[in-house]
């Protein structure tokens, strides 16, 4: 299995699936991980109308790609429901955070990602009816 397929998949099956948290490792942390043979993807974050986290491929317990992220709520009416859907349709040939572009009535997610998967940097952000109610940005890359 190609990592992107494997990293959309853990992705998936994790935050943006709803997935199961592990006994976390660090007070207040979220840990979440999925596996498939050899191969590991771990989901970390803390807090929630702000936070930050990090993504991590492993094979054969050996690190392979990272990504950290960080986010903020605008607004604290917004909830974050068109966040975790517009993270679930990331895909193998886009596998940063959501898709480049998705809008759901007057909600419009967009990301933007400067480099490759090797070797790169991006920002996220959600607007409703024109005011932004979330912004995140990220960055990351192979660590082999």
């Keep these: 299995m190609e990592l992107k397929e494997f990293l959309v998949e853990g992705k998936k099956a994790c935050y943006a699936g ?3 948290t592990l006994t976390p490792f660090r007070p207040g942390a979220k840990d ?6 050899k191969l590991l993807y771990f989901d970390t974050y803390v807090g929630s109308n702000t936070f930050a986290g990090e993504e991590g ?12 992220y960080i986010g ?3 607004d604290d009416n917004y ?3 068109f966040l975790i859907k517009a993270l679930s349709m990331v895909t193998v040939e886009f596998p940063y955070r959501g898709p480049s ?5 007057d909600a419009t997610y967009t990301c933007h990602v400067s480099g490759d998967f090797s070797w790169f940097s991006g920002s996220e952000q959600i607007t409703f009816k ?3 109610y979330y912004e995140g ?8």
């Design 137 to 144: 940005s990220f960055h990351g890359g192979s660590i082999i």
């Design 18 to 20: 709803g997935g199961p």
């Design 130 to 132: 024109g005011k932004k």
């Design 32 to 37: 979440l991980k999925y596996e498939k043979g």
């Design 72 to 74: 903020r709520l605008l």
């Design 79 to 81: 909830n974050y429901d």
């Design 101 to 105: 572009n998705y809008s759901e009535g």
């Design 57 to 68: 491929l492993w094979v054969q317990d050996k690190p392979l790609w990272v990504m950290n």
